[in-house]
Structure formats: structure tokens, C-alpha cells
């Protein structure tokens, strides 16, 4: 029997509402990890905020973070592969951003290290206080004074934030560069706010999951989620199961609907069916 890689989406999918991993999901896939199941997550976070997990969970495979923008080993960070923008995309972007007023968070490698930046002051939007606050000790956050700031590093994503999913779709269509770049307009899982989440045009939960199925030895890809980032992923997927909470376009492409995030889902699954793929 070939070897499947088991993948799963985090926030609203494997994690509970509280953003958490319950005793009994941990349990669970350790266990089956043990016995030999391949299994990692695909996720919109990227290594800092997800790597917390990596303590509950004895992820041994390469992760998907940033909705597939960068591969790495999700104990340790060491990365696989970066899909970084290139210098002239990155100055048109930044240009049309200034040119219009709009305040992204901007994340980059910056010195080896991942930070993320803001033009601070009295332009940093409401909505952006609020994703900042929520993120209080985060050592990327990197606050600059000038959309030139910006420019620093190697950027591999912007961010907009929003409660109007409407005004972030205004946003591309200023940006008109969708030759450049791939993106995700969602809400998030814990609050009233729409992510607008801009990454290189070749990247995306869809070739990045690809790519790990290549580096574990993988015939098979067997995945979960439940929101609209999703999708690539399940397309490149042999089975896709959508938590009982997902969207309806996530749910309308599953394989199958099974029990949801608040409910230990993800780990039900697997306890009941994993053993039969290895």
C-alpha cells in the first residue's frame, strides 16, 4: 500500500473555537503519528503563531504556512521553500498602496528573520489596531514610518484587514495586477473581520500541499478544512473532508461532511479511518 499524507487546516478546522487543540484530538493523532501516520497542517498562519501547536501535537512533516507562501519543518522553522515577489512587483504594489491612500501590513524575511510591517501612527487603521492587539506579543511585528520602509527584505505576502469583505475587493481592483499574484478575501474564525491575503501568483494551499506530498514520499493526499482558502487544497486532493462547520463552497467539493472543529472532527476521523491508508 502507498504511503498518504494526511493534511489539515487549523483555524475553525482541527482547532476549536477557543482556538485550541482539545486533549482528546492531541491524544489521537499522536498516537496514530506513532503508528506511522503522515500528518501536517496547511494553514493561513504563518511559523510563529502555528508553531505553539507543535508542542501538542509531534508534527514530524513539513507544514504549509501562509496559505501555501512558504514549506518548513514545523519544530524547528527551517524552510523548504519560499515563493517570494520579485523587487520590480513588489514596488508597483507598494506604489499603487501609497498612491491610494491604503495601509497594508507587509510581511517579509528581513535579515533571516520573518517580520511583519505597518505605517504606525494615526494611520494605522481601526481594524488593523484590532488584528495588532490580538497578536500583543508577537516578536514579528516590525512598525515603520513611510511606505518606502516597506521595500526592506524579501516580501512574500500583504495583508489588508477589514470588516467590509466589499472594500477589500475594491482593493484588487485597484491593484490590478492579478497576473502577479493569487489571493483570499475570508473571514476570520475569532472575529468580526475579513482578511484580504495577497501571495505570488505560483503560490497558494494548492502547490504548496503539492509540493510536501513530494517531500514525504507521498501517493496520496487525504486533507481537511472548512473555509474558503481551502479549496485550492482540496482541488490537488485525492479525498477532502469538510468539517461540519464549513462554508457551503467548501462543503459542496468534500468527499464527505464529517463531524465538526468543537466536536474533535479531524481526530474522530482519523482514529476511525486513518489505519486503513497505512
Known amino acids: 500500500m502507498g504511503k ?6 487549523l483555524d475553525g478546522t482541527l482547532l476549536n473555537k477557543d482556538a485550541k487543540i482539545t486533549p482528546v484530538t492531541a491524544e489521537i493523532i499522536n498516537n496514530l503519528i506513532d503508528e506511522g501516520m503522515i500528518f501536517t497542517y496547511a494553514s493561513a498562519r504563518g511559523y510563529a503563531m502555528a508553531s505553539k501547536f507543535a508542542g501538542e501535537i509531534n508534527f514530524k512533516y513539513p507544514a504549509v504556512q501562509h496559505n501555501g507562501g512558504c514549506i518548513q519543518n514545523p519544530q524547528t522553522g527551517e524552510y523548504f521553500h519560499k515563493c517570494i515577489f520579485g523587487k520590480n512587483i513588489v514596488s508597483e504594489i507598494i506604489r499603487k498602496f501609497q498612491s491610494n491612500n491604503i495601509f497594508p501590513l507587509v510581511y517579509a524575511f528581513i535579515d533571516g528573520e520573518e517580520r511583519y510591517s505597518w505605517i504606525s501612527g494615526e494611520k494605522t487603521g481601526g481594524e488593523t489596531k484590532i488584528f495588532l492587539e490580538s497578536r500583543k506579543n508577537d516578536k514579528r511585528k516590525r512598525p515603520v514610518e513611510n511606505y518606502g520602509d516597506f521595500l526592506e527584505g524579501d516580501i512574500h505576502a500583504f495583508l489588508l484587514v477589514n470588516k467590509s469583505p466589499e472594500e477589500l475587493r475594491g482593493i484588487l481592483d485597484i491593484l490590478n495586477l492579478n497576473e502577479y499574484f493569487t489571493h483570499h478575501i475570508q ?4 472575529s468580526e473581520l475579513y ?3 495577497i501571495i505570488r501568483f505560483d503560490a497558494g494551499k494548492d502547490s504548496a ?3 510536501v506530498k513530494e517531500l514525504t514520499g507521498a501517493d496520496k493526499i487525504v486533507c481537511f ?3 474558503i482558502n481551502d479549496i485550492p487544497m482540496f482541488n490537488v486532493s485525492d479525498e477532502k473532508y469538510a468539517v461540519a462547520n464549513a462554508i457551503d463552497e467548501v462543503k459542496k467539493i468534500a468527499t464527505d461532511i464529517i463531524g465538526s472543529n468543537n466536536d474533535d472532527g479531524v481526530a474522530m476521523w482519523l482514529q476511525k479511518n486513518a489505519r486503513n491508508y497505512f
Open 4 to 9: 498518504t499524507l494526511f493534511i489539515t487546516d
Open 187 to 190: 473571514k476570520d474564525t475569532y
Open 195 to 197: 482578511f484580504l491575503d
Open 209 to 211: 500541499v503539492y509540493k
Open 225 to 227: 478544512g472548512d473555509n
